[in-house]
T-cell receptor
Framework: KAGVTQTPRYLIKTRGQQVTLSCSPISGHRSVSWYQQTPGQGLQFLFEYFSETQRNKGNFPGRFSGRQFSNSRSEMNVSTLELGDSALYLC???????????????FGPGTRLTVL | GESVGLHLPTLSVQEGDNSIINCAYSNSASDYFIWYKQESGKGPQFIIDIRSNMDKRQGQRVTVLLNKTVKHLSLQIAATQPGDSAVYFCAENIVSDSWGKLQFGAGTQVVVTP
């Protein structure tokens, strides 16, 4: 099976712009989670989508949003970019058959976003 | 307040020796734990997991130990190789409302020396 893919791999934007990142999960996986990774804060959970519905959300401002399509592909959007949004954005997918217990998440290579 | 950059603890291991990476988790109700390995420029890679009804699980060259009494998790790597050099993260499943989500530790940098 192909792994989780993320596009683009690298992105440079300026403050105030918006950006959309894309994630294609492993075939058959219906859950997609997004994380932000920075040297200062480590790996932080953004949100999770399952069957096109957001079912969990981390502590990020409303500028960060996402969606999931019927084929389980997911996008995340960051509006009004700030310098502090520079980070590696990681997407992870899982089959997640149960409600309460997270299934193993498999990560993509990430999108490196630089905000100038 | 001022944000403080994470200072990753570093474990320096000689090639061929065994490595032990430790992790303290936060929530006594966490019921699932995973270890990930992240090499430079790559996303985290699944190594091994353990459910809270177990205290030990073994994989290929790796063993995870879970001590729920003190909320401690460890990863043991046997016969450490240069390819094991990476940052290792533990993650715990935090149940929020009716859905679980993974919370990651800060990570440990493992450096394998010849």
């Amino acid at each position: 099976k192909a792994g989780v893919t993320q596009t683009p791999r690298y992105l440079i934007k300026t403050r105030g712009q918006q950006v959309t990142l894309s994630c294609s999960p492993i075939s058959g996986h219906r859950s997609v989670s997004w994380y932000q990774q920075t040297p200062g804060q480590g790996l932080q959970f953004l949100f999770e989508y399952f069957s096109e519905t957001q079912r969990n959300k981390g502590n990020f401002p409303g500028r960060f949003s996402g969606r999931q399509f019927s084929n389980s592909r997911s996008e995340m959007n960051v509006s009004t970019l700030e310098l502090g949004d520079s980070a590696l954005y990681l997407c992870a997918s899982s089959s997640s058959p149960t409600r309460r217990v997270s299934d193993t998440q498999y990560f993509g290579p990430g999108t490196r976003l630089t905000v100038l | 307040g001022e944000s403080v950059g994470l200072h990753l603890p570093t474990l320096s291991v000689q090639e061929g020796d065994n490595s032990i990476i430790n992790c303290a988790y936060s929530n006594s109700a966490s019921d699932y734990f995973i270890w990930y390995k992240q090499e430079s420029g790559k996303g985290p890679q699944f190594i091994i997991d353990i459910r809270s009804n177990m205290d030990k699980r073994q994989g290929q060259r790796v063993t995870v130990l879970l001590n729920k009494t003190v909320k401690h998790l460890s990863l043991q790597i046997a016969a450490t190789q240069p390819g094991d050099s990476a940052v290792y993260f533990c993650a715990e499943n935090i149940v929020s409302d009716s859905w679980g989500k993974l919370q990651f530790g800060a990570g440990t940098q493992v450096v394998v020396t010849p």
